[in-house]
């Protein structure tokens, strides 16, 4: 659910997501005989541009490189062609203006394309989340103890992973936009348009998923006061 654009819009909002959705995500996960011990998020997805973008309404006419249907729904929703692509597609399809812009983090895989960037357009679109999982069958066969101590060092480390990641984040934008890369932030009635335009897909999409869906998503907008 996290990956729903514009519902969450801070690590703090993905907390109160993940205390209803973790439940939920280790009963399907337990179900292929996988133990869920805990889960990190990666920084938010932004645009970045072969041009010069400062704004949402730029994105109308450009083609852009997402990584899931739901990113894909925002870049169609604003006017643009939304491209799926592996990583290793993307220098050449920038290179080759097959795409105009993408959709990651700056801790993603900004520093392997930098050169190839002129712009990022700073709008948080989702927040992806992470699991560390084990197999349940060899995980119940530790100790008791053990399995405890694994699951405090595990919800540990991935709050500091959280944290460090959203670190290097700021960082790096920092560090390409010194490099030559322009930095444009979004204006909060830009995000304001942003959510209030992608809010009737987040109930399409869970309506698509079956009651239970619709259910948590409630509770979800619920917490976050959307």
């Known amino acids: 659910m996290s990956a729903l654009p514009f519902l969450v819009h801070s690590i703090d909002d993905m907390n109160k997501l993940m205390s209803i959705v973790r439940p939920l995500a280790e009963r399907d996960f337990a179900k292929k005989g996988v133990t869920a ?3 990190f998020a990666y920084p938010p997805q932004v645009f970045w541009f072969r041009g010069n973008v400062s704004n949402l309404a730029d ?6 490189r997402v990584t899931s249907a739901e990113q894909g729904e925002v870049i169609k929703s604003f006017g643009g062609t939304p491209v ?3 990583s290793a597609d993307v220098p050449a399809a920038l290179e080759r203006g097959i795409v105009d812009g993408i959709l990651t983090a ?4 900004i520093l392997a394309w930098k050169e190839l960037l002129k712009s990022s357009y700073g709008m948080g679109v989702n927040y992806p989340v992470g699991f560390i999982i084990v197999n349940t ?11 405890t101590k694994m699951r405090e060092m595990v919800t540990k480390t991935m709050a500091d992973q959280t944290a460090e990641l959203q670190r290097e984040d700021i960082e790096l934008r920092k560090k390409f936009g010194a490099e030559g890369i322009t930095m444009y932030d979004a204006k ?6 942003a959510e209030s335009a992608m809010k009737p897909y987040w109930d399409t999409w869970a309506k698509a998923r079956g009651p239970e869906a619709v259910k948590v998503l409630e509770e979800v907008r619920k917490a976050l006061g959307r």
């Open 37 to 39: 011990l805990g889960w």
């Open 137 to 147: 069958e060899r995980f119940k066969k530790l100790p008791s103890e053990l399995q």
């Open 84 to 86: 799926q692509l592996g």
């Open 59 to 64: 994105v109308k006419n450009r083609k852009i």
């Open 106 to 109: 700056s801790a993603g895989g």
């Open 188 to 193: 909060a009635e830009e995000m304001t348009q």
